[in-house]
Each structure stands twice: as structure tokens, then as C-alpha cells.
């Protein structure tokens, strides 16, 4: 089965969805990496960590850090 919108199967593209909600519980909470897993439908941290270094080639806390010295830098 596959997302009309997308082209992309439906697994892949709730699997994106859960990550990008990650990302912004990443960037606007202050909730613990093991919360945010657990609340975007991860079973545990890993699996979280795991998906996320497949889609954006880095893990959480890379990310996280990143995106944060970029808007440190623009602000």
C-alpha cells in the first residue's frame, strides 16, 4: 500500500511523520530523549536514534546541536 501524495509506502511515511514530530519536540522542549521516543511512537530511545541517523544522517543529540548553534548564530 502506498501514500497517493507521496508515492512512498504508508509505513515510510509514518515513520517520517514520527520523526519530524521528534524534531520538534527536540528543538521547543526541554523533555528527555527517552519522553520524546516514547511519545512519537517509539518503543525505546534506540529505535528512535536508529531511525533518525537513517533519515537525517545524524543522531538526536547531533542534530539537536546543530540546529541549536544555527539559531544562536542567526539570532
Same mark, same amino acid.
Given at each position: /500500500?502506498?501514500?497517493? !501524495?507521496?508515492?512512498?509506502?504508508?509505513?515510510?511515511? /509514518?515513520?517520517? &511523520?514520527?520523526?519530524? /514530530?521528534? !524534531?520538534?519536540?527536540? =528543538?521547543?522542549?526541554?523533555?528527555? =530523549?527517552?519522553?520524546?521516543?516514547? &511519545?512519537?511512537?517509539?518503543? *525505546? $530511545? %534506540?529505535?528512535?536514534? *536508529?531511525?533518525? &541517523?537513517? =533519515?537525517? !544522517? $545524524?543522531?538526536? %543529540? *547531533? #542534530?539537536?546541536? =546543530? !540546529?541549536?548553534?544555527? %539559531?544562536? #548564530? #542567526?539570532?
Amino acid at each position: /500500500m502506498r501514500c497517493v !501524495k507521496t508515492r512512498l509506502p504508508v509505513l515510510a511515511v /509514518m515513520i517520517e &511523520r514520527r520523526v519530524d /514530530m521528534a !524534531k520538534t519536540y527536540l =528543538l521547543h522542549s526541554d523533555l528527555p =530523549l527517552a519522553d520524546i521516543a516514547v &511519545r512519537c511512537g517509539f518503543g *525505546e $530511545q %534506540s529505535a528512535l536514534n *536508529e531511525v533518525f &541517523r537513517g =533519515l537525517s !544522517k $545524524q543522531g538526536c %543529540s *547531533e #542534530w539537536c546541536a =546543530l !540546529k541549536s548553534e544555527v %539559531s544562536n #548564530w #542567526w539570532f
